[in-house]
């Protein structure tokens, strides 16, 4: 089995090898840093290539609404 963390940031759990930083999930890893993000694939609420499970912290959703416009 795959080595899986807790992002710092959102707290989800996520697998390492799917992110370009130890501490962080790839979607905070991106919206935080610009690192390329995960291709989310959500299967069940959770992404079946990095285990992101869609929350996003209070600050990193600001980021993506911001990102969005």
């Known amino acids: 089995m795959e080595n899986i963390g807790i992002c710092d940031e959102c707290g989800s ?3 390492k090898s799917a992110s370009k ?3 962080l999930c790839p979607e905070c890893a991106s919206l935080l840093y610009g690192y ?3 291709a989310h694939v ?3 609420g959770i992404c079946a290539k990095c285990l992101w499970d869609g929350i996003r912290s209070d600050y990193t959703e600001k ?3 911001e990102n969005e416009r």
């Open 13 to 15: 759990r996520f697998l």
């Open 21 to 23: 930083m130890a501490s």
């Open 36 to 38: 390329d993000n995960c």
């Open 42 to 44: 959500f299967e069940d």
């Open 63 to 65: 980021i993506h609404k």
